[in-house]
C-alpha cells in the first residue's frame, strides 16, 4: 500500500505507548492519519505523541468507564471523528486457576473486553452516519488456542474475538468492518515481563522461556516484531480490504497450522 493511503482518516489507538499500539500508531502516521494515542503510561505516550505528524495524546485508564467516556469525549471534541478504532490496551497475568486473584481476572477483563465494548458502542454511530469505519481488534493466538495458567487473558481475548464477530455482523449494512488480528508472542514489554513469571511456573531458565514456552508451538521459532503486525492492521484498513469483515485474522508463525 502506499504510505498516504490513509491521508486524513482519524485513529483512535489503544495502548498506545509502546508494543503493538505504539507501531500500530508510527505506521498509521506514515500514512497521513491523524492519531489518537490513548494509554496509561502518560510520559510515554505524550513523548511518542510529539514524534508523529498530525498526533495527540489522550491519557485514560481502560478499566475505568469514565475514563473511556471522557477519552471518546476529548477524541471527538479535537478531531470532529473518529474512522478507525484499534482495540490494543491490555495486562498479563501469569497464575494457576486455583492461585489467581479475583480482582486481577475482573481487571483483565475490564481492560481487554469491557473497554473495547464501550468504545465501540461509543464510535459507531459516527461510522454508520458516514457509511465507513474500521474497528481492529488486537486479539491473540489465545482468541483461537489456550496456555495454561492465563485464565483471564485467554477468557478476555476469546470474547473479543466474539464482539469481534457480532460487530461485523451489525456493522456490515453502514459500511464498516470489524476484524481481529490474531499474533502469536510479539516483542512487547508486555511479553518481555511475563519471562520472570514463565520461568518459576515452568522451572526453567529465563534466557530458556522464549524458546521452551513462547516459541515451541509455532513452525517459525521466533518472536514478531510489532511492526508486522502494524502492518496488518494498516491493510485490513485499506479500500483493499473492505470485503473482509468478522474476521480472526493469523500471523503466528504456523501455531494454529497443527
Not at 161 to 173: M, Y
Not at 219 to 227: F, N
Request: hydrophobic share 45%; aromatic share 6%; with cysteine.
Amino acid at each position: 500500500m502506499a504510505m498516504t493511503d490513509l491521508e486524513g482518516k482519524v485513529a483512535l489507538v489503544t495502548g498506545a505507548a509502546s508494543g503493538i499500539g505504539l507501531a500500530i500508531a508510527r505506521d498509521f502516521a506514515a500514512r497521513g492519519a491523524h492519531v489518537v494515542l490513548s494509554d496509561i503510561d502518560v510520559e510515554h505516550g505524550e513523548a511518542a505523541a510529539s514524534e508523529l505528524a498530525g498526533a495527540r495524546f489522550l491519557a485514560a485508564d481502560m478499566s475505568q468507564g469514565e475514563d473511556i467516556e471522557r477519552l471518546v469525549a476529548e477524541a471527538l471534541q479535537a478531531e470532529e471523528r473518529v474512522d478507525i478504532l484499534v482495540n490494543n490496551a491490555g495486562i498479563q497475568h501469569v497464575a494457576p486457576i486455583t492461585e489467581f486473584a479475583a480482582e486481577k481476572w475482573r481487571l483483565i477483563i475490564d481492560i481487554m473486553l469491557t473497554a473495547p465494548f464501550l468504545l465501540t458502542k461509543a464510535l459507531l454511530p459516527g461510522m454508520y452516519e458516514r457509511r465507513w469505519g474500521r474497528v481492529i481488534n488486537i486479539c491473540s493466538v489465545h482468541s483461537l488456542r489456550a496456555s495454561a495458567y492465563k485464565s483471564a487473558y485467554v477468557s478476555a481475548k476469546h470474547g473479543l474475538l466474539g464482539l469481534t464477530r457480532v460487530t461485523a455482523l451489525e456493522a456490515a449494512e453502514y459500511g464498516v468492518t470489524c476484524n481481529a488480528i490474531c499474533p502469536s508472542y510479539v516483542r512487547t514489554p508486555l511479553v518481555e515481563k511475563q519471562i520472570v513469571d514463565q520461568a518459576r511456573i515452568h522451572n526453567i531458565p529465563e534466557d530458556e522461556v522464549v524458546e521452551k514456552v513462547m516459541a515451541v508451538e509455532g513452525a517459525i521459532k521466533r518472536l514478531l516484531e510489532p511492526e508486522e503486525v502494524a502492518g496488518f492492521v494498516a491493510f485490513l484498513c485499506s479500500d483493499g480490504a473492505s470485503g473482509i469483515t468478522g474476521s480472526a485474522q493469523t500471523i503466528d508463525c504456523g501455531w494454529t497450522a497443527h
